[in-house]
Structures are given as C-alpha cells and as structure tokens.
C-alpha cells in the first residue's frame, strides 16, 4: 500500500508538472505570432534582396570576409538589399560591403551565448530581433531572391539545406543558390553526389542542380542577375 502511494505520488507530480508545461506553451504562441508580425511588416517593405550566409567566427582581413565584403557590395551596386544574421564574421562583412555601397542592409539578429552581436553595418531601422530560429528562417527565405553561403558552421548548414528542401519539395520558388568557395564545399557535394545520389538513390539527379558553387565574386553576381533577366522578382511564397 505504501508503494502504491509513493507511485501515486509520483504520478501526480509528473503530470501536474506536464500539464504546466502545455499552459506556457500555449502563450508561447503569442509571442511567436508577434515575431512573424513584426518580421512580415517590416520586410515586405524593404524590397528585393539576396541572403548571405556564413561562419560568425570568421575575422576581418581574412580571405572570406574580404569576399562576403565584395560580394555584397556589387550586389547592392545592382539593386540588391543584403540581408544577413547581423551578427560578427561573414554576416558583418556582407553587412559592410552593402554599407558601403549605400545599399539597402538588414541584420535579422537572434540572442545567443556566444557569438551573436548586431554588428555595426546593419541600417538601425532594418534591425529585427527574433527569439525563434524558425521565425527568423522563415524571413531568410521569403524575401530572399538569392541565397550565397560562405563557409561556415551549424548554423550556415541549416540554412543552405533548408532552402533546398523547401525547394526540392515545391513548397517555395525556384531562386539561385550560390556556394562560395570550391575548397569547402567541394568535398560535401561529392558527398551528395556519390552517397546520397549515386550509393543510397536518396535525391534525384535534378536535385544536384538547385545550388551552383563558384569562386570568383563577380561570376556570383553575374549568376544571380542573370536568373532575374528572366523571372518576376517577388517574394518566394
């Protein structure tokens, strides 16, 4: 009897304490509702702009900040707004070429341990600050008529395969997908050529054609100008 009591006991905490959880969960919604909000009003007005991503952690002067730097800035040149995670490495050097350029450059920054500062070449008012990955992709993909990555991380990584998933499945538009930089990207995609198409069938053929890799900054340029001489600039969905 005794057992049966503690069991009971327990019981009853565990699903006082579940039952807890499901009421923060649902104001929760709340708050994300209101990021999606303030992220649709402010990006719908900012017009049509290309995503740049990359490693937070790489430093000014190095080969791909000085890249990411001039990417953004002849994309801007071409009427392009640069958006980027705000923060430090290949997200500020993309910021600083549309800076420079006196282009349009938005920061969508997200509070992290480490790493994630808004960095100083984000325009003030197209600075948004979000609690939510999935709030902040969703605002990545749906204004961006370009994605370029740069070398990075994690997080570099979620963003380019989401893109292609979402393209893959029909679910968004068709719009370039750049990979600079052949020496990192190279040995994944014949990683996905090899294993995932040729080993495990697990894509399609087709499928190796949504992202192009190429090095010279102003071939980028020239590849995703090209796609818009002939589709309607808009937002993905």
């Not at 790489?58 to 000085?66: F, R, S």
């Not at 900054?217 to 090209?226: F, L, S």
Request: with cysteine.
């Amino acid at each position: 009897m005794v057992e049966n009591n503690e069991n009971s006991k327990k019981k009853s905490h565990f699903m006082k304490h579940w039952t807890e959880i499901k009421v923060v969960d649902t104001w929760q919604v709340f708050k994300i509702i209101a990021e999606f909000v303030q992220g649709f009003e402010k990006m719908s007005k900012i017009g049509p702009c290309v995503s740049i991503f990359g490693s937070a952690r790489v430093k000014p002067g190095t080969k791909y900040y000085e890249l990411a730097t001039l990417i953004a800035r002849l994309l801007s040149e071409k009427g392009y707004g640069i958006i980027t995670g705000g923060g430090p490495g290949i997200m500020e050097a993309a910021n600083k070429g549309a800076y420079e350029a006196k282009g349009t450059s938005v920061g969508l920054n997200i509070e992290l341990p480490f790493e994630q500062h808004i960095n100083p070449y984000v325009d003030r008012d197209k600075s948004i600050n979000f609690d939510y990955f999935f709030v902040r992709k969703v605002m990545f993909v749906k204004y961006a008529q370009g994605f370029i990555a740069l070398p990075g991380g994690f997080g570099t990584l979620d963003e380019l395969f989401e893109s292609l998933t979402l393209i893959q499945t029909l679910k968004i538009d068709r719009f370039p997908i750049v990979l600079v930089g052949s020496e990192f990207w190279n040995p994944m995609v014949e990683w996905l050529q090899k294993t995932l198409l040729e080993q495990f069938n697990n894509i399609s053929p087709e499928d190796m054609h949504l992202f192009k890799v190429i090095d010279d900054p102003y071939e980028v340029v020239d590849h995703i100008d090209d796609f818009y001489k002939k589709q309607i600039l808009k937002p993905n969905f």
